[in-house]
């Protein structure tokens, strides 16, 4: 079997916006369990020097979306923009990600795989072929995201467990 960049990234990607997007919406609940504002646990954070939970949760799809986009163009930069202050918001956030990737061509993915692609932030360049950018960089840093926002719903007392975080595999039919 040949290498296929579109196989290693996006159907992971969409799994785990899928369950981040399951874990967003038992936050609404255990906000009004709990009597907690949702900008309470958007805020929510591991450490004091850590971003909170929105800022987690955007840079999921900064990072995957984003990630594809950047290598597209030749050049990926952090997104500094603000991220929603409820948990629609966040949820709207997934859900759309996951929509753009799903409406991805597999050729046009693949095709990204030997582009020049860098990652720019200030005057930093870091250069990259567009595989090595998705697979080295982008997809870690969505996996970080992803289980920070994770860590800090356990951290707030939510029941969640690994099944949460996983979403639904892709099992042979």
């Known amino acids: 079997m040949s290498f296929s960049l579109y196989d290693a990234v996006i159907p992971s990607n969409i799994q785990i916006l899928g369950a981040l997007d399951g874990i967003i919406g038992k936050a609404e609940a255990f906000c009004v369990e709990r009597d907690m504002t949702q900008a ?13 939970l929105g800022y987690q949760i955007k840079s999921c799809a900064v990072h995957s979306i984003g990630g594809i986009q950047g290598a597209r163009t030749g050049s990926f930069s952090p997104d500094m923009s603000a991220w929603p202050t409820d948990l629609a918001g966040l949820r709207d956030i997934l859900q759309r990600t996951a929509a753009e990737l799903s409406a991805l061509d597999r050729d046009t993915i693949d095709a990204l795989a ?3 692609t860098q990652f720019a932030f200030g005057e930093m360049r870091m250069p990259f072929t567009g595989a090595n950018f998705l697979l080295s960089f982008s997809q870690p840093n969505f996996y970080f995201h992803a289980t920070t926002a994770y860590a800090i719903l ?20």
Request: hydrophobic share 45%.
């Open 154 to 173: 356990r951290a707030q007392g939510m029941k969640l467990g690994k099944r949460d975080f996983l979403g639904m595999p892709r099992m042979k039919v």
């Open 114 to 116: 030997d582009a020049d």
């Open 40 to 52: 309470d646990l958007v805020d929510a954070r591991l450490a004091p020097d850590m971003l909170p």
